[in-house]
């Protein structure tokens, strides 16, 4: 295992970590887990096989680590997914956790052989995760430059760009907005071409596209859009360890979301939520890459007939980074 670290923690006096140092491997080895076994599925078509293989597999992985786990974000609740559902206890004991998973984002990724699938987690100190319902959420994602603060919901698509693009120093013509390409969000990529900024659109996988925001090289400033509810959680644990801002809302296609939204403890259906809302306490963040992507290379095997997982594993205590290059001898 070869391990990169960025921002390298103090080796002075410190006070000690609220969730332990040596979880940050722990989850790393649960991802990739996930990545192995959805990697097997890559362009064979079949998307759902690619998802269980990864959910059995994380699934394994976590019952096996020193913790008492509790899943808030999951693959759905205790009537619709059979494992890693919402609630779903989890590990041999320990420090109570959060625990929001997405075993394999973006199956149809994988199902095509395309970019950007990774095998997600992310833990925080117990009931620091917004129990997010499994709808959708209207969200606004930037990184580190950007001061998230001055930025509304409730903005125009222009204002949004224009604000950004003021913040950043650079004509709005520069600014790179990473959206979802899907049918629900032609009305605001039209607004967004409009208002003269470029576009990067995405198949799926908006974690990886709101981290892209905070992370050097990938050529994106920020995200816009609708997408996943829980995958918001997702990402502003990301963000926070990176040091960028999010603002997300959820959004509620009927009566049964928003009666869902309701028994999850939520009373404002209409409330913009902040990083730390979605995200709050110390987080640790890891993710392995199943297929290629801008910030991971996807799992591919060697000529030693062994495989190779690349992966990331952040903590927002220290804002320490670390990538990943694991060998893995089956």
């Not at 400033?221 to 997300?248: H, Y």
Request: glycine share 12%; net charge negative.
């Amino acid at each position: 295992m070869t391990v990169h670290s960025l921002n390298t923690e103090s080796l002075g006096a410190r006070k000690p970590a609220n969730i332990s140092r040596s979880m940050s491997l722990e989850f790393v080895r649960v991802t990739e887990a996930a990545a192995l076994a959805a990697s097997r599925w890559m362009g064979k078509g079949d998307k759902n096989a690619a998802d269980q293989a990864a959910v059995d597999a994380m699934r394994r992985a976590l019952a096996d680590i020193d913790m008492d786990g509790t899943i808030v974000i999951g693959e759905g609740e205790i009537d619709e997914a059979p494992m890693l559902y919402i609630g779903e206890k989890l590990g041999r004991g320990g420090q109570k956790l959060d625990l929001a998973v997405d075993p394999l984002e973006g199956t149809t990724i994988t199902a095509k052989g395309g970019d950007n699938a990774l095998a997600v987690i992310a833990a925080a100190e117990d009931g620091k995760f917004l129990h997010a319902p499994d709808t959708y959420m209207d969200k606004l994602a930037v990184g580190p430059a950007f001061d998230i603060s001055a930025f509304s919901l409730d903005m125009t698509p222009a204002q949004i760009v224009q604000l950004a693009a003021r913040q950043k120093g650079i004509g709005v013509d520069e600014l790179v907005v990473c959206m979802l390409d899907k049918p629900r969000q032609q009305e605001l990529i039209d607004a967004v071409r409009a208002a003269g900024a470029r576009l990067r659109l995405i198949p799926d996988g908006d974690v990886s596209g709101a981290i892209a925001c905070a992370v050097e090289d990938t050529g994106v400033d920020i995200l816009l859009g609708r997408g996943g509810g829980p995958e918001g959680v997702l990402a502003a644990a990301a963000l926070r360890c990176l040091g960028g801002g999010m603002l997300g809302r959820l959004y509620f296609r009927n009566d049964d979301e928003r009666a869902r939204a309701r028994t999850m403890g939520i009373t404002d259906l209409n409330k913009t939520y902040t990083t730390e809302e979605l995200a709050g306490g110390e987080v640790i963040f890891a993710a392995t890459g199943v297929t290629n992507g801008a910030m991971l290379k996807g799992v591919r095997k060697l000529h030693t007939g062994e495989y190779e997982t690349e992966s990331v594993v952040m903590r927002s205590k220290t804002r320490t980074v670390r990538w990943v290059r694991t060998r893995h001898a089956f």
